[in-house]
């Protein structure tokens, strides 16, 4: 635990029978804590994320036993205030909490909504780094998210898991559940032996002990709350390396045993592209941001899409194909590496994994990226036509609201801003851009702005720069289906 260097000034007992006004009067250092806002004022998820301080670190300890399902859990964070507070808030949906803790001592708690507000018993001033606990449990719940698809907590035959985005994982911890605060977490997961708890990050212990086994995962580089994952029950794990001649990355991988033998093996064999995978996207986006890599797959929660869970990216058996785990490890650089600022620049995220998928096609003897977008400008990409016509519904950018934050505009029109780019600079400025991009705001945040302001600066000259104003005008925010592809 690091702490600032300021002394806590503790009130003698005889101050305790004066006003409040009096007390707060006498506040060393002159300024009053006040509380930590509810949210960060996300333009779709406005009650998101909490103000007045910064994660730097979550410890979870979770238990977790399938049959029963009940969930025990105690979460260590460690942040730093960002102003004198009173009192600050955590996301937290559902579950009980029985106690808190800030700096170690018995913090009052109260619970409104998804808002778990938490109040030390000394103020916290600007700057100082605490730590708060809270040990809680229940029953977690799986949240409806505004566009009907399923999040936080899934529960499957004797397993479980959990995935995040954008609003779940305040379903199974209590955190600053947006994605502008990035931390580094160590989850710890106790499950009845015989099934496997597996998590984002290397495995740092496994230890068996009266009938439990307790799994420790350790994430050294940030993640954002969305991309927290786990996932219970029986799995069968492989470790090995990609085949890249310097050093290699670590590949977990894990797959769902219960899955007919035909599904099981085409999904082996789809996982078994991640080396080559990461060596293609290397080249492409530069380092990896990330110390392993791998892929779970799980066929029995009903989990009705992919998502790029930190690390090791999850998807249900129907979608463990070539292109989507492209896409998933491609979000790796843009989303996990590089995350957005709210939850409006979206389009950053999966209009560069869309794209991934298009350049791969493209580099594997497939479409060119050109043809992909020829067809969606076209409208006979898709065999349903409602499909072709829903590229055009939104700009990505400007998605009207937090039920569409997932629609095909943000994918496929957000790939085709990306490659009216590469049109515009030529290819050898692209990569260099995308690379760079990628380099620039490595375990950040970025937003549109940024982007675009990233994109004009390095896209070489004037007349360039001119052109991509036009793309971000008719692409980006602009409505309808542009007239010039
Ligand atoms: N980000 C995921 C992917 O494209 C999809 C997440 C879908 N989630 C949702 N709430 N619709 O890889
Ligand atoms: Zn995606």
């Known amino acids: 635990l690091t702490r600032g260097p300021r002394a806590r000034r503790t009130a003698p007992a005889a101050l305790a029978a004066l006003t409040l006004t009096a007390l707060t009067a006498c506040t060393a250092g002159g300024v009053d804590g006040t509380p930590g806002a509810a949210g960060v004022r996300d333009p779709f998820f406005p009650k998101l994320g909490n103000g007045g301080y910064d994660v730097a670190h979550y410890g979870l300890k979770l238990g977790y036993d399938p049959e029963s399902r009940h969930l025990t859990g105690t979460a260590e964070i460690t942040a730093r205030a960002t102003k004198n507070l009173s009192a600050f808030n955590l996301d937290l949906k559902g579950l009980e909490v029985k106690e808190v803790t800030v700096e170690g001592k018995e913090a009052r708690f109260s619970r409104a909504g998804d808002e778990l507000t938490v109040r030390p018993r000394d103020d916290l001033d600007r700057g100082e780094t605490f730590r708060a606990t809270v040990r809680y449990s229940g029953t977690p719940q799986t949240v409806t998210d505004a566009d009907g698809s399923k999040e936080g907590w899934l529960k499957g035959e004797e397993s479980a898991l959990a995935v995040g985005e954008p609003a779940g994982s305040m379903a199974w911890f209590p955190g600053n559940n947006h994605p502008s605060d990035k931390a580094v977490y160590d989850i710890e997961i106790t499950v009845p032996k015989g099934l496997k708890a597996i998590s984002n990050g ?11 086994t307790t799994f420790a995962w350790h994430n050294a580089e940030p993640m954002a709350s969305y991309l927290a994952t786990v996932a219970i029950g029986a799995y069968d794990t492989k470790k090995s390396m990609t085949s890249k001649s310097n050093s290699g990355i670590p590949v977990f991988t894990a797959i769902d045993p219960t899955m007919p033998e035909g ?214 925010y602009g409505d309808g289906k542009p007239d010039n592809p």
């Open 263 to 476: 599904k099981y093996e085409k999904t082996e064999k789809v996982l078994a592209k991640i080396p080559e995978i990461m060596d293609w996207a290397e080249i492409n986006f530069g380092d990896y941001p990330f110390s392993s890599t791998g892929a779970i797959v799980d066929d029995r929660v009903n989990l009705g899409y992919a998502l790029e869970t930190q690390t090791k990216p999850v998807f249900p058996a129907s979608d463990a194909d070539t292109s989507t785990l492209v896409h998933e490890l491609a979000h790796q650089w843009f989303g996990n590496s590089v995350t957005p600022k709210t939850w409006q620049d979206m389009w950053l995220n999966e209009g560069f994994a869309t794209y991934a998928e298009w350049l791969w096609e493209e580099d594997n003897g497939g479409d060119s990226a050109q043809d992909t977008f020829d067809a969606l400008y076209e409208g006979d990409y898709y065999e349903d036509e409602e499909d072709n016509e829903a590229i055009w519904d939104f700009p990505p950018a400007r998605q009207p609201d937090a039920a569409s934050i997932s629609d095909e505009p943000v994918y496929d029109r957000g790939a085709m801003v990306i490659h009216k780019i590469r049109k515009t600079v030529g290819d050898d400025t692209f990569y260099d851009i995308v690379q760079g991009w990628a380099k620039a705001y490595r375990h950040g945040n970025a937003n549109t702005k940024d982007f675009t302001e990233y994109v004009e600066k390095h896209a070489g000259d004037d007349e360039s720069r001119e052109e991509l104003k036009q793309v971000w005008a008719d692409w980006l």
């Open 202 to 212: 290397e495995l740092t212990n496994e230890t068996t002990t009266n009938g439990r």
